[in-house]
């Protein structure tokens, strides 16, 4: 199969194969990958909508052969194929996210990231790095440009420049935070 996945054209072949109507060929299309999605599901697969997309894709895939050569009841041969698949060993899943730290220790962080841009940083280098991570997406990138201009550097110029600041700052935070945890 293609790697950019199944064309418009593939898809259309195979809702005029479930079904002349279009409609109904929806109606269809929508109930197998419902059914797929609890097969799934029932087979303890976390990612049970996505084996159900890849189940349709392997099917519009076929769709040529299946048009001229397969006779009976479409939904059968979904669900053969998304038999083979359940068959295949399971992906583990995506690693759970870190729980968001409490207040307390936001603060925490805060507070010695204010410490230590004091303490170890110049007031231009502190300038510099509150002006670098401020704002974002298309904004961060536009104040990161200004900054290089400003300073007469190239942005990768500007990014080794805050990561050496990062590189003194990070100790100095961990030994604080070490610190207040234990006390």
């Not at 002006?131 to 961060?140: A, D, F, S, V």
């Not at 190239?154 to 935070?173: E, G, K, Q, Y």
Request: include cysteine; charge should be positive.
């Amino acid at each position: 199969m293609d790697k950019r996945g199944p064309t418009q054209e593939a898809f259309e072949k195979l809702w005029r194969w479930l079904d002349p109507d279009p409609e109904t060929a929806g109606l269809k299309h929508e109930r197998i990958r419902l059914r797929l999605i609890r097969i799934f599901s029932c087979r303890g697969r976390y990612n049970a909508e996505d084996l159900a997309d890849e189940t349709v894709d392997v099917v519009v895939s076929k769709i040529d052969w299946l048009i001229e050569n397969y006779r009976g009841d479409p939904a059968l041969y979904f669900y053969g194929v998304a038999k083979k698949l359940a068959l295949q060993p399971p992906k583990a899943p995506p690693p759970t996210p870190p729980p968001a730290p409490d207040m307390d220790e936001i603060e925490r962080r805060c507070s010695c990231l204010d410490l230590c841009l004091e303490e170890k940083v110049t007031e231009d280098e502190r300038q510099l790095v509150l002006r670098y991570h401020e704002k974002n997406k298309q904004e961060k990138i536009q104040v990161r440009r200004q900054i290089a201009r400003e300073l007469g550097i190239s942005i990768n110029a500007l990014r080794i420049r805050v990561c050496h600041i990062h590189s003194r700052l990070r100790p100095c935070i961990e030994q604080c935070l070490s610190h207040l945890l234990n006390q």
